[in-house]
């Protein structure tokens, strides 16, 4: 219902195409488990959606050095401590500044 309020730019495209990256995932590390373990963990995952996308119709005119350079994509485990810093930089100022 408030998906216009909150979304920018093309509100339907954002929750109907799965290529948006939108989304940030948020979970806490097993005790003795390094951000790079649980890095090097995920990144087979993150390998297999992309190996899923470059056969979506979506890529069926990509050039090989396009789906290369794709292919490359990583993920990144990050502290959350300091907030999504996206969200920090719109934040840090009062409206209308």
Known sequence: MM???IMVGNPSDMLKER???WVNAF???KP???QQQAKAALQPFMHSM???EVQ???FAHASTYD???FLKCWIDVLPGSQGRSYTRRQLR???GS
């Open 3 to 5: 998906q216009p309020q």
């Open 19 to 21: 290529r948006n990256r």
């Open 27 to 29: 979970g806490r590390l």
């Open 32 to 34: 003795g488990v390094s």
């Open 50 to 52: 992309l190996e899923q």
């Open 56 to 58: 979506e119709a979506a």
């Open 67 to 69: 789906r290369q350079e």
């Open 93 to 95: 100022l009062p409206s």
